[in-house]
């Protein structure tokens, strides 16, 4: 699938990153008590890039979990019939820590419905936040981001798609056309 339009650069992924985590550490009033999780898949590289920023702004470490949200989603038996079932890991107490969580994109918001009933299952954090690399809109719950690197107005009829190093072999963010089948 050839991309519409070049929405992010590595170096414009990068530079959204630092951003957002100074914004972090400005909200927060340091990243003391932080605690960032990523929801799979491309959330987890993000959370792990922005708590090395922290560490290297504030120095201090910043703990990092991943988080599955599969079993929580309300489109479940749309999805698949045999759902892929990944790793959850936070190996941290969540008690007395402001949680971020951290994905790629925020569209519906259907996505960060289900990870905070499945950070919720785990314990009460002091609070909870939201990182996203990019916002494209169509909210269909009332979800916002605390720090967005990219707000994109984007149409039903198109996609998103990030890439990242760690997951695809390179930083970059393109903006697809959805394949009408029929």
Same mark, same amino acid.
């Given at each position: 699938m050839t991309p519409k339009a070049t929405i992010l650069t590595a170096d414009e992924v990068r530079r959204a990153m630092t951003r957002i985590a100074h914004e972090i550490v400005e909200r927060n009033k340091g990243a003391q008590n932080l605690a960032l999780i990523g929801i799979h898949t491309r959330g987890i590289p993000l959370a792990q890039r922005l708590a090395d920023k922290l560490s290297e702004l504030e120095g201090v470490d910043v703990p990092t979990g991943m988080l599955d949200i599969t079993l929580y989603r309300d489109d479940l038996s749309e999805v698949a019939h045999q759902p892929i079932i990944r790793e959850t890991?936070?190996?941290?107490? $969540?008690? &007395? !820590? !402001?949680?971020?969580?951290?994905?790629?994109? $925020?569209?519906?918001? &259907?996505?960060? &419905?289900a990870a905070l009933d499945a950070l919720i299952d785990l314990g009460r954090p002091e609070g909870i936040q939201l990182a996203v690399l990019v916002d494209r809109g169509h909210r269909e719950l009332p979800i916002r981001a605390d720090y967005v690197g990219k707000n994109l107005p984007t149409a039903r009829s198109e996609m998103v798609k990030v890439k990242l190093a760690e997951t695809d072999g390179a930083d970059i963010v393109e903006l697809h056309d959805l394949e009408v089948t029929q």
């Open positions: 890991h936070v190996p941290f107490d $969540l008690a &007395r !820590r !402001r949680v971020i969580l951290v994905d790629d994109v $925020l569209y519906t918001g &259907r996505t960060v &419905r």
